[in-house]
């Protein structure tokens, strides 16, 4: 079988062992975790830095010969400038390799500024904001994009037979994001929006609101909130103004049917309907052992999409060792130097027509000043990956790589 150089997604955790380990490093990485540990989207950063503790307990705490040393700094909430201000502490006193963690798009934009102007490698395990990683050249996300979600699942609410839909979202980045998305996929099919709400990110009442939509008594009801106790609220609050979901449908992203979510809406939550890019009951192999070493570890609770945006999933035997290369960005891809680590491979191959070849350069460089050493990747299994997924991701990937080779040949200089 052919060997050859592919562009491979990293999962979080793998990527930020990773991205620390150089030619000159020193012997412990630090990794500074900025999240929010109080307030009301604690339980966020509980179910992703558990899933980073499960990790560790399975995989050891070292790689490639360095210890790995995790800082953790709480916002307590959405707090930018305390984002900021915590992500220069870690670079300037704590003197972390980088930076992860941001379960909020607010303090992922605003620690990305620190990233950028320190040149300090960053990983966003969450926030799911598509402009995210614009905000420094040094930034990878190892989660999702908000659009890729929502724009799917507005094409297919109309495909399902819905025709008109009043929305209700968070009123920050994410928020917007999901509406926008939702907004094109829905109508650029036919469908109708007949109204649209946005609320503050951090309100405890949605009662108001959830009114102001049951008086258009709407065909059904699309709502975007971020997770943590906000899921549950705006669940309830649709019970106690009589919104039947089995009368008026009603739409959301994942965070709204997520375990506790539902234990505390009861009944009130059958018959909604979401979309998510992870479920727990997913019937593989690889997700069954996760789920019952996290229900082992934490007590009988399931991982969720916090618990898996920080590298605990991985791929199967023969394709848990490569060589990385080089990095692209907005295809959610992080290559950096030849260390052997845990990848997962999850790849939105329509992301590829944004990169950027002057990004590319630019890290590149950015990477070489650095002692970041690049080396060739070779894949010996090709067969171990879905055929299918790998076959649609080739053509896309042997265009980067070349257009890679052209950089480090000086032919292109254009973006």
């Known amino acids: 079988m052919r060997m050859r150089s592919m562009l491979i997604v990293l999962s979080g955790l793998a990527a930020a062992l990773l991205a620390a380990s150089s030619v000159n490093a020193q012997q412990t990485v630090k990794i500074g975790l900025i999240m929010p540990y109080s307030g009301q989207f604690a339980d966020t950063a509980t179910q992703m830095d558990n899933a980073i503790k499960l990790y560790m307990k399975q995989k050891g705490d070292a790689v490639a010969g360095k210890k790995i040393e995790i800082i953790r700094k709480d916002t307590g909430g959405v707090a930018p400038d305390v984002a900021k201000r915590l992500a220069?502490?870690?670079?300037?006193?704590?003197?972390?390799?980088?930076?992860?963690?941001?379960?909020l798009t607010p303090n992922a934009l605003a620690a990305g500024d620190v990233s950028a102007e320190?040149?300090?490698?960053?990983?966003?395990?969450?926030?799911?904001?598509?402009?995210?990683?614009?905000?420094?050249?040094?930034?990878?996300?190892?989660?999702?994009?908000?659009?890729?979600?929502?724009?799917?699942?507005?094409?297919?609410?109309?495909?399902?037979?819905?025709?008109?839909?009043?929305?209700?979202?968070?009123d920050y980045g994410p928020g917007h994001d999901a509406e926008q998305g939702f907004h094109r996929g829905f109508?650029?099919?036919?469908?109708?929006?007949?109204?649209?709400?946005?609320?503050p990110v951090a309100t405890p009442d949605f009662s108001a609101f959830v009114q102001r939509a049951k008086d258009l008594n709407p065909e059904a009801i699309y709502v975007w909130v971020p997770g943590g106790v906000q899921p549950a609220a705006i669940g309830k609050a649709l019970a106690e103004r009589g919104i039947d979901p089995r009368k008026t449908k009603i739409l959301g992203q994942g965070e709204l049917t997520e375990d506790e979510a539902r234990k505390s809406m009861g009944d009130a939550s059958i018959?909604?309907?979401?979309?998510?890019?992870?479920?727990?009951?997913?019937?593989?192999?690889?997700n069954r052992e996760f789920v019952k070493a996290f229900?082992?570890?934490y007590g009988g609770r399931n991982p969720n999409i916090y618990a898996i945006g920080d590298g605990?999933?991985?791929?199967?035997?023969g394709w848990r060792t490569v060589l990385i290369q080089d990095f692209v960005n907005n295809l959610g891809i992080v290559l950096w130097t030849s260390v052997i680590l845990t990848v997962?491979?999850?790849?939105?191959?329509?992301?590829?027509?944004k990169q950027s070849v002057a990004r590319l350069k630019a890290l590149e460089k950015a990477l070489t000043a650095q002692g970041y050493r690049l080396e060739p990747v070779e894949i010996k299994d090709e067969a171990a990956v879905t055929a299918a997924k790998l076959d649609a991701l080739m053509a896309k990937v042997d265009a980067l790589q070349a257009e890679v080779a052209a950089l480090r040949e000086g032919k292109t200089t254009s973006s």
């Open 88 to 103: 220069q502490e870690l670079v300037v006193r704590d003197k972390v390799d980088l930076l992860a963690g941001f379960i």
């Open 118 to 170: 320190a040149k300090k490698f960053m990983v966003v395990m969450n926030a799911a904001t598509a402009i995210i990683t614009t905000k420094s050249a040094y930034m990878v996300r190892t989660s999702v994009t908000v659009p890729q979600l929502n724009e799917t699942f507005g094409t297919w609410a109309y495909k399902s037979g819905i025709r008109k839909v009043y929305t209700m979202v968070s």
């Open 187 to 199: 109508k650029d099919a036919g469908g109708e929006i007949t109204g649209s709400v946005r609320f």
């Open 271 to 286: 018959g909604i309907i979401t979309v998510y890019h992870y479920d727990h009951n997913h019937d593989s192999a690889l």
């Open 295 to 297: 229900n082992e570890a």
């Open 312 to 317: 605990t999933i991985t791929l199967p035997a």
């Open 344 to 353: 997962f491979l999850d790849v939105f191959v329509d992301e590829a027509e």
